[in-house]
């Protein structure tokens, strides 16, 4: 039983990294998501372009080689970047562009009707957003949110391949010394804790935002 706790707590610890990428990635990536969703709307070409063309690079290429290109290439020309840093810089900029493809087809779903209407009852724009727009655009982007999220999770397990401690190499590790496969099984069992809270979470959220079906 000591041994048991001995390894939980050194997969705990591998876990807090997890978590630390996963929490710090998804609060910059979900406004600089809808960030980019406005500029892939915009009526200024040359910034419609340029996300465009972020896009379509972050979406064509893995993550992985992401992470390889941030983690080695960029001390070549210069810029050190601490290992989680790196990572971060990584997985913020892969998944803003998926939640920057998401927010741009929740806005585009609104009929264009709606804004017309609020600019001939005299709303202010930023009202129309607030009150009219915004809460439908939740509603329509929270399962494809949801489903990112989760993939998220799971790909925070990508920053084994840069040496970092968290949670899926502090476990690998565990099994090399001990020849036991039980630190695989407690990783297991991490994530589905995480992907089960988070399923949950989003589930109360869809049903919040599910009164502006009427």
Do not use: C
Request: aromatic share 12%; proline share 5%.
């Amino acid at each position: 039983m000591e041994k048991l706790f001995d390894m939980a707590l050194l997969i705990m610890q591998g876990a807090a990294v997890t978590l630390e990428i996963f929490l710090i990635t998804l609060v910059l990536s979900l406004p600089l998501g809808g960030l980019a969703a406005l500029g892939r709307l915009s009526s200024i070409k040359p910034l419609r372009y340029l996300m465009e063309f972020y896009v379509w690079i972050m979406r064509g290429t893995p993550l992985m080689l992401q992470l390889l290109f941030v983690y080695f290439a960029l001390p070549m020309v210069g810029l050190m970047l601490p290992d989680i840093a790196a990572a971060l810089l990584a997985f913020t900029l892969n998944y803003t562009a998926y939640f920057a493809e998401i927010f741009r087809a929740g806005i585009q779903a609104i009929p264009r009707g709606q804004f017309e209407a609020s600019r001939v009852l005299g709303l202010p724009h930023w009202h129309t957003m607030k009150r009219i727009v915004f809460p439908q655009v939740l509603r329509i982007v929270l399962p494809p949110i949801s489903n990112e999220t989760i993939n998220l999770v799971k790909d925070t397990s990508l920053i084994y391949i840069l040496a970092m401690n968290d949670l899926l190499r502090v476990a690998r590790t565990i099994v090399q010394r001990e020849f036991d496969m039980t630190p695989f099984v407690i990783a297991g069992a991490f994530y589905l804790v995480m992907t089960a809270v988070l399923t949950w979470a989003f589930k109360r959220l869809e049903a919040y935002y599910g009164k502006y079906d009427a």
